[in-house]
């Protein structure tokens, strides 16, 4: 196997885990139990073994065991080409840290380990939701292929916010107002770019591949008085963030930039909008997404990154199920999925590692199993 697996994977005080120690082999993982068992307590766990604050975009308090209340922990051992010892925890009051192979460093720095992509029930609503989700779901796809995208991201944001300020403020000084638009700018510029060329990639993945669900075809629009498309350089930013200064006055905000852009999907099969198709349709050009991510990231990489998919039976029939099970496989990577049953994921058969979930008195407990056909 070519891909980064977890080949070991300790949590200690972790959510409802007290302590779980789970040996691996680097095939696909699946998480079987009752609702509330702790099953996606274990995907949130793995999901931190990349920069950010994982799929449940959790502070560092929230993710302590209660109610003793202690500081929490996450150890893996990442197998591949290379191996490595990842140790991430936080004691109470105090931010995450980070070890790699027993030396301190950035969270940035587990992007240049393993990319880590999910999907998560919250998310089957992302279509007919509000456009702030969209936005977090493909920054989430950019980031895997540009780890830089984040200090964009964040730069940009610093910036905006001490703009809205002035705006709020009524402060009237245009050197204050061009001195922080073209920070803003520049970071815009570059967030534009990069999305655009997640979005090449993405739709490059789906027509090469063949595969049992359907392609998206997605669009960035930017809001109302921004640059589109190959006009959006910091030039052209800057030159329209100082243009709406007066309509920003009468609201105190910035109207417009990459904070305000959105993500739209056509079925392209249909012609539909996403946010007007079945719910099964929208959960299946949702899978088809992630896959194509995978996929995008394996040939920009050359291994395929790790696939978090929770509850991922949920609005699939049994042929969509043993399709997205024979993609997954044929992606050769460790996907770990969850769901209430292993009657669910029969058709993975020996492919797969199955793992009991249960819960003991408010004690999630994990159970190892052999294969059971």
């Known amino acids: 196997m070519r891909c ?13 885990h007290c302590r779980a120690v789970l040996p691996l082999d680097g095939r696909p993982v699946v998480l079987f139990g009752a609702n509330g068992a702790g099953k996606t307590n274990v995907l949130e766990a793995v999901s931190l073994l990349s920069p950010g604050r994982g799929l449940r975009r959790a502070t560092a308090d929230e993710l302590v065991r209660q109610p003793e209340g202690l500081g929490w922990k996450i150890e893996a051992k990442l197998d591949g080409v290379l191996s490595h010892e990842v140790e991430t925890w936080a004691e109470p009051g105090q931010g995450r840290r980070l070890l790699i192979d027993g030396k301190s460093a950035p969270q940035i720095a587990l992007a240049q380990l393993l990319r880590v992509i999910w999907l998560v029930p919250r998310q089957d609503r992302l279509w007919i939701e509000g456009a702030d989700g969209r936005r977090q779901f493909f920054d989430r796809m950019a980031l895997g292929f540009f780890p830089e995208h984040a200090d964009a991201v964040l730069t940009y944001e610093k910036a905006m916010r001490e703009r809205n300020r002035l705006l709020k403020n009524q402060i009237r000084d245009t050197h204050w107002y061009s001195a922080v638009e073209a920070q803003m700018a520049g970071a815009a510029a570059r967030i534009t770019r ?8 993405i739709h490059a993945a789906q027509e090469e591949a063949e595969t049992a669900f359907p392609a998206a075809k997605l669009t960035l629009a930017e809001a109302e008085g921004g640059p589109e498309g190959a006009e959006a350089d910091a030039k052209a ?10 309509r920003d006055f009468a609201t105190g905000r910035t109207l417009f930039g990459p904070h305000r852009s959105d993500i739209t999907a056509i079925y392209a099969a249909k012609g539909v909008v996403a946010r007007q198709c079945s719910t099964g349709e929208q959960k299946a050009l949702l899978i088809s997404l992630i896959l194509s991510n995978a996929r995008a990231l394996k040939a920009e990489t050359g291994t395929a990154p790790l696939v978090l998919l929770d509850e991922i039976a949920a609005h699939l029939d049994a042929d969509r199920r043993a399709a997205l099970f ?40 994990l159970q190892l199993l052999g294969y059971r056909s």
């Not at 990069?194 to 090449?200: G, K």
Request: proline share 3%.
């Open 4 to 16: 980064v697996f977890v080949s070991d994977l300790r949590l200690s005080h972790f959510r409802s």
């Open 194 to 201: 990069t999305r655009i060329e997640t979005l090449l990639q």
């Open 237 to 246: 930013y800057a030159e329209a963030f100082a243009a709406a200064r007066p």
């Open 326 to 365: 024979d993609e997954v496989c044929a992606l050769d990577t460790q996907a770990w999925m969850t769901g209430t049953g292993p009657e669910l994921f029969i058709a993975l058969g020996t492919r797969a590692q199955y793992i009991a979930v249960e819960d003991r008195k408010g004690k999630s407990m």
